[in-house]
């Protein structure tokens, strides 16, 4: 039996709409699916591998249609998209990066940024950390950031 089950946690509106679909190889040991999984499947034509995840366009759990869902290939791609959008709705440039210290965003070009992980910060942000934490120069000798 196909049946669709909307889900909502209470004080949480924002859930996601879950679809019973016992016989869905995505599905889980209760035979229910997220809807958005199950339409990216169908638009596929297979089952998602284990590292698939859908990303939603507008941040919209609710939002299901196909034009607002992205299959990413891994949760590394899936971050990368949250990060540009962040920092699209921030700063106005989704290529900014975020100062991991000042949380400030700026042009890479401007930081360090960490090759192997969406990581940047301002080389001036990371020093004045590193002496505010020093033990051997005092707390907050120069002063908080």
Known sequence: MER?????TKGNPERY??????NHPNSNTQGRIREH?????LALGRALKN???????DSNPKNNEN?????CENAKYHALL????DALDACGNADFMKCAYCGEYDDPIN?????????????????KSRRVLNPKTGPYKYGKL
């Open 4 to 8: 669709s089950v909307e889900k909502v």
């Open 17 to 22: 709409v879950v679809l019973y679909k016992p």
């Open 37 to 41: 999984v199950y339409k990216a499947t």
């Open 51 to 57: 590292k698939e995840l859908v990303h939603h366009v």
């Open 67 to 71: 034009s607002n869902l992205i299959i």
């Open 82 to 85: 949250h990060a540009r959008t």
């Open 111 to 127: 930081m360090y940024v960490r090759p192997v992980a969406y990581q940047a910060w301002h080389k001036d942000c990371r020093s």
